[in-house]
């Protein structure tokens, strides 16, 4: 009897020692849901053997009846509880998520403890007998052996099935211990005489114990260093790669060897949406398919910026399937997301079959710390591809210039901005007759003569600075080129470039079409004008010989030889402007406007338009000749008056407008198309509108002004829309004084 006092004793000893390492694993880890299970259990089992001890030792020493009593009560409450909070415990630690474990586990413990609780408070005598050796010999009521035994075998059957499943098979071991100390004290009752189950199940508790404290707090503390450096490891084997899809493939399998797992993927982030990139031992067929933000397991991790677990996938995640096959596949699943630069660059999984082990707290640490490299590794591989794609472009991009410049018969030349030679194609190097070497990295001075470089410098940095390009003719070797030179803006100018088109051919023909037109119009003009004397002279002499009809006649030949000495005049005029440079002489441009708005007033008072001039004081000088400038005025004004109906006005005005003086022509007259503008300065185009048939002209009016605008170095443009007028705008540079040349 001794002997089976000290054994309760040594089990109440060693429930302590037990309940001592349940502080030490609450304390490490309290919002654990395995934890507080075990808690509960070890708390029951801790009563069991309380009550177990009081009642055999109130029995040894013959204390009252009321004390064995409830002696007993504590060992039935403790032997329920323990009974159905192990089975829970199990669930959990098995892996078992289904609700109605926890509902059924629950409910049972909530109704043996209300039954147990009635039965004290009506005081309900526990049956039991005293043996010759003052044994205590207790008895269970035949439902709640029923209800025991269900739990306990339940239990084993739930720890047995999920045991793959544990990480700590001494924890499997404990339980299926202590379950079967409890079976003993139910179908044995000379065992439970002797307390020995109460003896097994304190061991198997002090077992479970030691088992959790080991899995939690022993082994990640002795296997942080060696965890740490499997990270290391694993960081240097991710970041040693270049190519970002085997960057992708190392992170995945190294990450599944880390924690142990079946298989992991990688998905990256694309705008909205994730896109797995890469997988390991897990079915490449499904690389490429996409996941919106917010579902799935690696939707929800990227959404929300942080690690997720799942003990089992098939059980516990009800929302989209992060693979087609993933809800009969995947058990425990856990997944981080990559971050570099505060960004979400994508996201790993891991995951286990579904009789595989359970992802613990320590496993997600260690994945959370894989994910910065990982990121990091994937980003450095998107970089070096993004490098490697952009140098081999920059490569096409050369070697395709190289062979356009090599194979274009134009010169080409750039220079930085110290006029150092930095291309030149063979066909520049044949015409600069380089012989002493290569000219590249020359100064330009030493590899070009005089002659090829612009015969007005200062003119050609204007141009360059208010345009970005200059273009002027260079002869070599009785060869005319048309030099274009531009800036090579990054974003400042850092050089020009210099392309020289050999337009010698072109000149010659441009030469024999414009003799061939000027002689052609000498030729028509001269009889021309002999024909209309003739006409002038039969007109007077035969005023009174002839009749209605023949004066009728002799009034159209009249006006269709006008019309062709303008046509003819025109063509003249306008060829002589493109063929030669005007006079260059101060011109005052608001004089040259009043005399010929003053000369078309009968013209528009004929039609009964409105002729208005508006002058701004003052109006600055401009360098041209004073008869062109008048003749473009004139043209302007003049179809401006033939394409507006009677009743309407012009409006002529001139104005200093920054460094040009401005002359506008406005009207309200018949308006231009959109699609027409463009055309209307080309040679002989008349517009094609109803209203504009009855209007006489060559066509070569709008031409012509723009010829003599561009000789004088102005700019013409107009404002236009069908039956709301038209306004045609003229700018010439004012007279300056000569800008101090500025070096290059």
Not at 205 to 213: D, G, M, Q
Not at 416 to 444: K, T
Not at 474 to 487: F, G
Request: net charge neutral; hydrophobic share 45%.
């Amino acid at each position: 009897m001794i002997t089976n006092n000290l054994a309760l004793l040594f089990n109440g000893l060693t429930l302590a020692l037990a309940l001592g390492l349940l502080i030490l694993v609450l304390w490490q880890d309290p919002r654990s849901t395995a934890n507080r299970f075990f808690a509960l259990f070890l708390f029951s089992a801790l009563v069991w053997a309380s009550g177990s001890l009081l009642a055999r030792a109130a029995v040894f020493v013959g204390a009252s009846e009321s004390l064995i009593q409830t002696g007993l009560r504590l060992l039935d409450i403790g032997f329920s509880a323990s009974s159905i909070t192990l089975y829970t415990y199990s669930a959990v630690v098995g892996g078992v998520r289904a609700r109605w474990f926890r509902s059924f586990a629950l409910a049972g413990l909530a109704l043996i403890l209300t039954y147990q609780l009635l039965l004290w408070m009506a005081q309900t005598p526990h049956s039991y007998t005293v043996t010759a050796t003052r044994a205590l010999d207790y008895r269970f009521d035949r439902p709640s052996t029923v209800l025991y035994l269900t739990f306990q075998l339940a239990t084993i059957g739930v720890i047995w099935r999920n045991r793959k499943r544990v990480r700590a098979p001494a924890l499997v071991a404990g339980i299926l211990l202590f379950a079967t100390g409890q079976l003993l004290s139910l179908l044995s009752p000379r065992v439970r005489t002797l307390g020995i189950p109460e003896e097994i199940s304190a061991l198997a508790t002090l077992v479970i114990s030691y088992a959790v404290v080991r899995h939690q707090i022993m082994v990640p503390l002795l296997g942080r260093a060696k965890q740490l450096e499997a990270v290391r490891d694993v960081g240097i084997a991710i970041t040693s790669r270049l190519r970002l899809q085997e960057t992708l493939a190392t992170i995945t399998a190294q990450a599944v060897a880390l924690l142990e797992a079946d298989g992991g993927a990688i998905y990256l982030k694309h705008g909205g949406t994730l896109k797995l990139a890469a997988v390991h031992n897990l079915p490449e067929q499904y690389v490429g398919i996409e996941i919106p933000l917010g579902q799935a397991v690696v939707g929800t991790v990227a959404l929300e910026r942080r690690g997720r677990r799942v003990d089992n996938y098939h059980a516990d995640w009800r929302g989209a399937q992060d693979m087609p096959w993933a809800g009969k596949a995947f058990g425990a699943v856990i997944a981080a997301p990559l971050m570099f630069a505060d960004e979400v660059v994508g996201v790993l999984l891991v995951a286990r079959g579904r009789q595989g082990r359970l992802f613990n707290r320590e496993d997600m640490h260690l994945l959370e710390l894989l994910g910065p490299q990982a990121a990091v590794a994937i980003t450095n591989s998107r970089l070096f591809e993004a490098e490697r794609e952009l140098s081999s472009d920059l490569a096409s991009a050369m070697n395709q210039l190289e062979t356009v410049l090599t194979s274009t018969e134009n010169p080409v030349i750039a220079v930085d901005r110290n006029l150092r030679v930095l291309i030149a194609n063979p066909a520049a190097v044949s015409l600069l007759d380089v012989h002493d070497g290569d000219p590249v990295g020359r100064p330009l001075t030493e590899v070009t003569p005089r002659r090829f470089l612009p015969p007005d410098r200062r003119q050609a940095l204007r141009a360059l600075r208010r345009q970005g390009a200059y273009i002027y003719e260079l002869t070599v070797a009785d060869r005319t080129y048309l030099c274009h030179v531009a800036e090579i803006n990054k974003p400042r100018t850092v050089g020009w470039v210099a392309v020289l088109n050999d337009v010698t051919q072109l000149k010659e023909l441009d030469r024999l079409k414009s003799q061939m037109i000027q002689m052609t119009s000498h030729d028509l003009k001269n009889p021309l004008q002999a024909a209309m004397s003739y006409l002038e002279l039969l007109t007077e002499d035969g005023r009174t010989l002839f009749t209605d009809d023949m004066r009728q006649y002799i009034d159209t030949i009249w006006v269709q030889l006008n019309r062709m000495y303008r046509i003819i005049s025109g063509i003249l005029n306008l060829e002589r402007v493109q063929s030669g440079q005007p006079s260059i002489e101060p011109c005052a441009l608001d004089e040259v406007v009043r005399r010929v708005v003053a000369e078309m007033e009968s013209q528009a008072r004929a039609k009964s338009l409105a002729l208005q001039l508006e002058i701004e004081s003052p109006v600055s000088p401009v360098l041209g000749d004073a008869q062109q400038l008048g003749q473009a005025v004139a043209n302007l004004v003049d179809n401006a008056i033939k394409f507006t109906p009677a009743g309407g006005h012009v409006v002529v005005r001139v104005r200093d407008e920054g460094r040009c003086v401005e002359i506008t022509v406005s009207d309200t007259g018949i308006g231009i198309a959109p699609d027409e503008q463009a055309r209307v300065f080309d040679r002989f185009y008349r517009s094609p509108h109803p209203a504009a048939a009855h209007a006489t002209g060559s066509g070569l009016g709008l031409s012509l002004v723009s010829a003599i605008v561009r000789a004088h170095h102005g700019t013409i443009s107009l404002e236009s829309a069908p039956q709301r007028g038209t306004t045609m705008q003229v700018r010439l540079p004012i007279l300056t004084e000569p800008e101090i040349e500025e070096p290059i």
